[in-house]
């Protein structure tokens, strides 16, 4: 799974490099997101099979904060392990061919949206 959000992690930075710098922060953010909703939902699976909605709705504020609180040491994790890493990055996938280049842009796409999506139709199971 490392692989897959360096990955995500060095076009992200490709893109935003004008914007952000060397900080990458949108990058961050963008990994960040991916894994916080993806633990989310599969925490809230996991939950909803114990617990109805009427059990839950007392702790919906706890539940939020924790996710932040997660969030964040998601972020902080993703800062260590890519800081400084860009130029170990590039020099693997620079030679991509232009065709790869564009069907991995796709997925990276697919990668940043399809967590939300997956989020929207859990909210029915939620609720």
Excluded: C
């Amino acid at each position: 799974m490392k692989f897959y959000f360096d990955y995500i992690y060095y076009r992200m930075y490709k893109a935003f490099f004008k914007w952000d710098g060397a900080g990458a922060y949108r990058a961050l953010l963008g990994i960040t997101m991916i894994q916080t909703l993806l633990f989310s939902e599969v925490v809230i699976v996991l939950i909803r099979i114990f617990f109805s909605h009427q059990q839950l709705k007392p702790f919906g504020k706890i539940l939020a904060w924790s996710l932040l609180i997660i969030g964040i040491i998601f972020y902080i994790l993703n800062y260590k392990a890519h800081k400084g890493k860009y130029n170990e990055y590039d020099s693997y996938w620079k030679a991509e061919s232009e065709n790869k280049k564009i069907l991995k842009g796709i997925l990276v796409i697919l990668s940043l949206t399809v967590p939300w999506v997956l989020f929207i139709l859990m909210a029915d199971f939620i609720g």
